[in-house]
């Protein structure tokens, strides 16, 4: 049998050792309670689950020449960042319960928080949480705590995907949660102020924000702290190795999805959440942390931390219902910055920049492509206004092997003609250059 | 060790993943750039690989010695299931590819996989459907309290208020319920380590929203009133509630569905083999019977008339969206492929091998260590230290010293209801010779413990570092290297 080690034998012979029989091991299940055969299929071999695997593999289409982001990018992958997060020492281990057992994982937690720190230009950061959305609602309750208010604002302008978790978590708690609408592609200075009010706990904002579009929230956040509320940004991490940092803004709290660190799209996870913050509000902060100490030998050393504010101290009263982190995922990002490290990292952004806006200037060349929100600065992101339904110039590019972008009519109904267009260091000239060309042919 | 921040040396370069093919087009004001470079580490690749080489030398795994971490299920992770989860197909697989124009044919093996997986679950569990998208085990008792919020909602009845828990079940159970909205009360347990009848009949009420029980339970036992506590709750209109984490323990012998269970998460990196990578990533699916699955978050996977695979987004009474996408997919295709490998006659094998092997240990050692609850067990065993306590020997300073044995200590201290607990799950996946190996160390530390407890006190003598200062780590706290990183 595959993964049991004991034979027959042994299993006889242990039972006879403890005095027990087969039937004994499970009579404390009441009969009536116990099920018959279950209706799954024999087991595999090895070489058949790797043949039905691959099969099921190659019935997805990877091989599409992709401008498809929206939140979710296709950045390239070092080797050597899955050379280190294959080791088995780390994904085979658990939660770090056992310090001198696992000074490996915690300072790689305390590596990641110290890096996630210096790119967004904070504090104090959590060892990651499940992922972009789910660090958006974490930072909501977290500034509910801190400033015991009980509304929230969050600009439209935010992943529409996360907007709609956000609803949904926040539906049993009794939660005001206010929608601000854009204008021209951007957070609306007079909406958000009008919106905000003395019992707003939290601002929610994005930079790049959904439409690509950079926006520099200092502004924002004046008008947020005036209120007594916080403001929490949500960023996209590849772009703070250029753009100014939400620390430098003033955000309060620094949320988003780090999969463009290092991690494969896998359609849609597993993902990296994080969270960073300032100093004062280290202890509202929700998740596993990881801190330096000494032994009693005056070594150094890490521990998991703050544990008073976690759900196996506090049960029903604790910060957060989260057990442990994404570890393996955080492991993955800090091995990303390590690799590519200062000069790197801006490489790689300053790369997805300039690819970004040569595919704006080719595209923005072809007759009836406008940009939908000029004015803006971009970062690897835009949306093109199409003379025709996204949606027909999406399926015909599909038949030239192109995915042209994300239909914005998905999540904004009246932007049928909108195209969200994504570029990473991966896309060539030539690829772009195809692109235009196929899109122009298209129309 | 120095951390990676003080190895960097300046202009140093690590692999270039950029080609240099084209001008800078992207040219910003300075009003939007950062002041200052992130201050990240400037090393070669083989500095890099170096450093987490020697960081993952300073860590122990299963795959490096026995890790009987109670309710944790800490098995083999098969090296197959790491290969076909990164095949490129998967690996590379946009999220927003369902979503465009006629998208869905674009995954199909991807939906493929996790209608499924779905079925598999539903079968294995007895329940009527199932969400994958749940990112962890309490992420999953998170979207089936608010699965219960729905429910009640639903039939207008604003009276549900409150959620029963036993006093031995982990943390996550009250924390969950709490952010779906629900008060927690805690329900003792009786002299059996199981919820009694009493209890819970002195519990109940008809603002009883639905009770969360594990099964087995967290001290490994099942409990035998759990048909009669499905009723006395069903007649409040209350839901049942069955966290899986040790459902290891009932593979293919007993179903949740079955007993009279609603709504059951299980735990992909517990029971189904995968990684648990340090803490996380995991994942939570989560099933429900007939009456709920109206509830289940958006999106479901369905197969249509002509065998392809769809996703339906239009479920009115659904809790919404509770992840981005469609759950922790990698984890999801390394626990399907474990699956199908083990197949039916392999899934029952599991349970009946943990259930040996836990019974196996607690049998060797009830004569060296308290066992507060003699009964047979299922999937681990919880004794005491308490014995070894009166020498001065805590739970701790036991685990301490199996740490210099080569052994991973069993969970601590939990849970909360067995004083000086060590709770010790075995799993199936673990010969003899290890168990007896791990037998021996225990008695080895119970008989130093009476004749000399210094020798198991002052461990562990064989690892990087001693006993850590846990105190001033809360006090003082030390959680980042900011480097020139501006500070307010």
């Given amino acids: 049998m595959p993964f049991i080690a004991n034979t027959d034998e042994q299993r006889r012979e242990m039972l006879t050792e403890i005095g027990m029989t087969e039937e004994d091991l499970f009579a404390s299940i009441p009969s009536e309670d116990r099920c018959g055969e279950l209706d799954i299929p024999d087991g595999l071999s090895e070489q058949e689950v790797r043949h039905h695997m691959a099969s099921l593999a190659g019935r997805n289409r990877t091989d599409l020449m992709s401008f498809l982001g929206g939140g979710f990018y296709d950045h390239f992958l070092p080797a050597a960042a899955d050379g280190i997060v294959h080791r088995s020492e780390f994904y085979t281990a658990y939660t770090p319960y056992q310090p001198e057992l696992s000074q490996g994982t915690l300072q790689a937690m305390y590596e990641y928080q110290s890096a996630m720190c210096r790119l967004t230009g904070m504090e104090v950061s959590n060892a990651s949480m499940y992922d972009g959305g789910t660090a958006i609602y974490e930072a909501i309750m977290m500034s509910l705590r801190v400033t015991r208010r009980n509304r929230v604002v969050m600009d439209e302008t935010v992943n529409p995907i996360y907007r709609k978790m956000i609803r949904s978590y926040t539906r049993n708690l009794g939660i005001a949660l206010v929608e601000v609408s854009h204008e021209n592609g951007q957070a609306s200075r007079s909406k958000i102020a009008d919106a905000l009010d003395d019992a707003t706990a939290a601002l929610v904002v994005q930079t790049p924000n959904f439409f690509g579009v950079i926006d520099d929230y200092t502004d924002i956040a004046a008008m947020a702290h005036e209120k007594g509320a916080l403001l929490i940004a949500s960023v996209y991490p590849i772009s703070l190795a250029l753009l100014k940092t939400p620390g430098e803004m003033g955000a309060d709290i620094v949320v988003g999805e780090g999969q463009s660190l290092g991690m494969g799209m896998h359609f849609g996870g597993p993902y990296l959440g994080f969270m960073t913050t300032r100093m004062k509000y280290m202890r509202k902060m929700p998740g596993r942390i990881a801190g330096r100490t000494v032994d009693a030998d005056g070594r150094d050393g890490f521990v998991m931390t703050l544990q008073a504010r976690e759900q196996h101290i506090r049960r029903e009263k604790a910060m957060s219902n989260i057990c442990t982190n994404q570890n393996l995922c955080a492991l993955t990002a800090l091995t990303y910055l390590s690799l590519l490290g200062r000069e790197g990292l801006r490489d790689v952004a300053q790369a997805c920049a300039d690819r970004a806006y040569y595919a704006q200037d080719r595209l923005l060349q072809i007759r009836g492509i406008r940009l939908r929100y000029p004015g803006h600065w971009y970062f690897n992101e835009f949306v093109l206004e199409l003379p025709v339904r996204a949606d027909e110039v999406i399926r015909r590019l599909l038949q030239k092997g192109v995915a042209a972008g994300f239909p914005l009519s998905a999540y904004y109904p009246d932007m049928e003609m909108s195209l969200l267009v994504a570029v990473t260091e991966k896309r060539t000239k030539a690829e772009i250059d195809f692109f235009s060309h196929v899109l122009e042919v298209s129309l | ?488």
């Fill in chain 2, 1 to 488: 060790m120095k951390l990676i921040f003080d190895k960097s040396v300046s202009s140093r370069r690590g692999p270039r993943p950029v080609p240099q093919e084209m001008e800078m087009c992207a040219v910003f004001p300075a009003g939007l750039l950062r002041d200052k470079p992130a201050d990240l580490p400037e090393l070669s690749e083989l500095d890099v690989v170096r450093h987490f080489t020697e960081l993952s030398r300073k860590n122990f795994g299963v795959d490096n010695g026995f890790y009987p971490l109670g309710s944790c299920t800490m098995k083999y992770n098969a090296k197959v299931t790491e290969r076909v989860s990164a095949y490129p197909g998967f690996f590379y697989l946009h999220p927003l590819l369902p979503q465009l124009p006629s998208g869905q044919t674009l995954v199909e093996g991807a939906l493929e996989v996790l209608y499924e997986m779905d079925m598999l679950l539903r079968e294995i569990c007895g329940m009527a459907g199932f969400t994958l998208q749940p990112l962890a085990g309490a992420h999953g008792e998170l979207t089936g309290t608010m699965i219960m919020a729905a429910y009640h909602r639903d039939r207008g009845n604003d009276r549900k208020t409150t959620i029963l828990i036993p006093d031995s079940a982990h943390g996550t159970n009250p924390a969950s319920a709490a952010i779906a909205g629900f008060d927690v009360k805690t329900v003792p347990s009786n002299a059996d380590g199981v919820m009694g009848l009493d209890a819970l009949a002195a519990a109940m009420n008809d603002t009883i929203a639905g009770v969360m029980l594990t099964c087995p339970n967290t001290l490994g036992l099942f409990n035998p009133h759990v048909r009669e506590i499905c009723r006395m709750v069903h007649d409040v209109d209350g839901l049942m509630y069955c966290d899986g984490a040790n459902l290891n323990a009932m593979l293919g012998v007993c179903r949740p569905g079955d007993i009279g269970f609603d709504i059951v998460h299980v735990n992909l990196h517990k029971t189904f083999g995968t990684p648990h990578g340090g803490g996380g990533p995991g994942s939570g699916p989560v099933g429900v019977v007939e009456k709920l699955t109206d509830f289940l978050p958006i999106s479901v996977v369905r197969k249509a008339a002509d065998g392809s695979f769809f996703l339906d987004y239009n479920l009115p009474k659904s809790i919404g969206y509770i992840a981005p996408f469609y759950g922790s997919f990698g984890v999801i295709l390394k626990a399907y492929a474990y699956i199908r490998m083990l197949g039916r006659d392999g899934l029952k094998r599991v349970s009946q091998n943990a259930v040996l092997n836990a019974n196996y240990i607690r049998e060797k050692l009830k004569d060296h260590y308290d066992l507060p609850y003699p009964q047979t067990c299922m999937h681990e065993c919880v004794f005491s230290a308490s014995r070894q306590l009166a020498c001065g020997v805590s739970a701790m300073d036991v685990a301490k010293a199996l740490i210099d044995r080569g052994f991973h200590p069993p969970t601590v201290y939990f849970p909360l209801i067995v004083h000086e607990a060590l709770m010790i799950e075995p799993t199936e996946t673990e010969s003899r010779e290890t168990l007896d190996a791990f037998i021996d160390a225990m008695i080895d530390i119970a008989r130093l413990a009476e004749q000399d407890p210094a020798a198991i006190t002052n461990c562990p003598k064989t690892t990087p570092v001693g006993r850590l200062d846990e105190v001033q780590a809360a006090r003082k706290p030390d959680l980042a290297s900011l480097g020139d990183a501006k500070t307010q």
